[in-house]
């Protein structure tokens, strides 16, 4: 994928209980490099669930253009969604598989399974699986649809500490064995720290990029003391950020 370039002019929802409408996101703007990984930071329902389905084209009720450098290219997303999604009636396999219609070899889906610890979980249906191991399906399941850019709307918010710093490396480790554009939305500034080439900070509706941050220091040196010591930096730097931080 080449640059991918958003730039929302007004996303407005109707009322239904008035004729009046309600301004979402309004002058959002940003742009996303190949293989870059973007986390976006804001406060609760300014827009970032649905600043992802516009880029998933799942919602085009907007002002705006939401393009890559190669205008006549559509993007191709795949999405991971708060919640596993999967389908209780099918096994590992087949959910992974309606995801992608078959397409994807069979020894492909063995070595997402395999690298994400779930080797054995084939053909196990999802109510036998954790909650942790649901939603490594669910990364299987993105990872294995050939696709531009992975959209992700905090896939480990329900898991506890150490499920979901093993989460966070796993996906670390499939996004550099495969790599492509991932924008991850999360309320965990440790998380987007730990994890992104750029933070994003939106602001409250009606919602825009209010800073810019990228996180330089190499993934393996991102320690616990690193990230605290990253996080005051900003405290003290950017101060607007406060309430995020």
Known sequence: MNRLTVDIKTKTFANID????FTAIKGL???????EFVCIVGPSGCGKTTLLS????????FDGSIKMDDSKKEIKASYVFQSPRLLPWRTVL?????????DTPLA???KLLDNLG???SLNTYPHHLSLGMQRRVALARAFSVASDILLMDEPFVSLDQPTARKARTLLLDLWQAEPRSVIFVTHDLNEAIEMADKILFL?????????????????????????SAFKEQLKNAHQHLSPLI
């Open 54 to 61: 516009m880029i998933a084209g799942l919602d085009s009720d």
């Open 29 to 35: 703007q940003f742009e996303l490099s190949n293989n």
């Open 108 to 110: 492909t889906i063995d």
């Open 203 to 227: 602001s409250e509706s009606p919602s825009s990029v209010i800073d810019e941050i990228h996180v330089d220091t190499p993934r393996a040196e991102r320690t616990t003391e690193m990230i």
């Open 118 to 120: 779930l080797s054995n």
């Open 18 to 21: 008035s004729e009046e409408t």
């Open 94 to 102: 087949e959910n992974i598989q309606l995801a992608n219609e078959n």
